[in-house]
């Protein structure tokens, strides 16, 4: 009978307030993080009406509301905790901020912000909230995580301000073990309008080739294993399903993430889009407001069509357990980058971050490229490769062979190429004609990268270098003059190591190798050791 009457009675605020609280940690607890938000919002909505009663009553109960108000600090910080376990970083960043208004140095919420702030990057404010936070009595069971946190922080800051990146001990492990965690960084480079296409990244100094051009972590990523069959077709249409749900849920609980996504380019009135300030992508950028465009997931995937990279593509390098799957991402920084056949930057995926640096130097004002598609090619197959791309590339290298090519005896050269006469000896004929025409500097760099596929064959032929002798130019030759017009490649610095032909490396090649190597991999490999095994130098001594 004593349970029908209480079921009968109404309960009162406080019984109601106790019996959404004790429901509410039951559920955060258990980890049930969307139940938790659901119950600890009615929680605070019922304690914030019983503070604005209490508080205008003829005389308030001063102990009474100072009770209400560690409740409500309470429960916004679990409601915090609960919304970043749900990815909802903006929502719980205002929960912990407004737990922090009513106790300033309410430890939960202290360590909940800091954590909160260190995914968004924004290092120096999270290393403030966890510094506070190690003062308080509560931290004594924590201490070590909390300074680690402290650690954790000051790393990332010195990274993001300085650039200074070191991969070496990872790669020297073999891998072993998590990516190494990376800050985010942006050098020395800036959004302008390009000639090449719409908007593009810019050098706002000289800048040597390996140097650090930016470093971000991607919105979302999706990667697999593909199968042989049908080239793997099912599974990328279920990995860009996947992906697209990502990058929407991520758009949709970031507001920051919202508006880095509403920059880019959906492939409509490129020319009308105006270029972002830097600011925007360094990670300490002020907080930004309520956006009033709307991202639906229509906009998002076609701005996805224009801008999401692959990470196994030409002018990339995976590191580490990704490299044995098939990746793309969304890097909004990177997305800017456009394309040219002479490019000058390439990029390291480390997990779920990019690292672009120069491939080759670089002048101020110079735009940063990449390369879409394999620019080791002749002008005509490069024509065929930007077709699928949807674009006509018209860079100063297209526009110079397109010149060049209008000579009759170009034209003989390529298709004796393609009809299978010695490499050499349209090795020869080339140089030759590039003589005769008075071609020099980058422009025979260009003009060996077209045919490149003829100098790698002629090179690791011990029977076309034994007969062309010296009538064909150096391998270091080529090799300099390809790297400096179109940026050091793998296969170019394949085509030198191999010039050792197992003789051992003199001090000279071996410098001039790591210099190569440095425009392939950058300079965040400092240890020659750890550059030296990405080179597969083997037992070759220095």
Known sequence: MREED?????????????????KATELLLREEWQESVQVYTQFINLCQDQISVKSHQNHPDPDLLTKLQKSLCLALSNRAEALSRLRDLTGALKDCDQALKIESTHFKSLVCKGKILLSLNRYSMALDCFKTAVLDPQASGNLETL????????????????GAF??????????????????????????????????????????????????????????????????????????????????????????RTHHLISTLSSGEDEDKLEAPEMSLF???????????????????????????????SVSAKVLGRNSDYYGVGLWVLASFINHSCNPNARRLHVGDHVLVHASRDVKAGEEITFAYFDVLSPLSKRNEMSKTWGF?????????????????????????????IDVGSAIFRLEEGMRRWMVRGRGKGYMRASFWAAYFEAYGSEKS???????????????????????????????????????????????????????????????????RSLLDFGTHDA
């Open 6 to 22: 209480q079921l009968q009675q109404p309960l009162t605020p406080e019984e109601l307030m106790q019996e959404l609280r004790f």
């Open 465 to 531: 270098v034994t007969r062309w002798g010296r009538r064909i130019p150096a391998v270091d030759i080529v090799v300099d003059s390809v790297a400096e017009a179109v940026g050091c490649d793998e296969r170019v610095l394949k085509v030198f190591m191999q010039a050792f032909n197992g003789n051992g490396v003199s001090l000279v090649d071996m410098e001039k190798s790591l210099k190569l190597g440095r425009g392939v991999h950058g300079k965040v490999v400092k240890k020659q050791q750890a550059l």
């Open 166 to 255: 070191d991969l070496s001990d990872w790669i020297l492990s073999g891998f072993r073990g998590k990516s190494p965690e990376l800050a985010e960084y942006t050098g020395p480079v800036q959004i302008k309008r390009s000639e090449l296409s719409g908007r593009g990244l810019f050098a706002t100094k000289n800048i040597d080739a390996g140097t650090l051009l930016l470093v971000t972590k991607a919105i979302a990523t999706e990667r697999g294993i593909l199968s042989s069959e049908d080239s793997g077709e099912n599974a990328r249409l279920v990995m860009w399903k996947n992906f697209v749900d990502k990058v929407v849920d991520s758009a949709t609980k970031c507001e």
């Open 282 to 312: 360094r990670p300490e950028a002020e907080e930004i407001g309520e956006l009033n465009e709307k991202l639906d997931k229509v906009k998002i995937l076609n701005v996805l069509d224009v801008n999401s990279l692959v990470e196994d």
């Open 392 to 420: 006509h590339c018209s860079c100063k290298r297209c526009k110079f062979e397109e010149e060049m090519c209008s000579k009759q005896e170009m034209k003989e050269i390529e298709i004796g190429l393609e009809r299978g």
């Open 147 to 162: 300074n680690g946190y402290v650690q954790k922080c000051k790393k990332l800051e010195f990274q993001s301000r300085t």
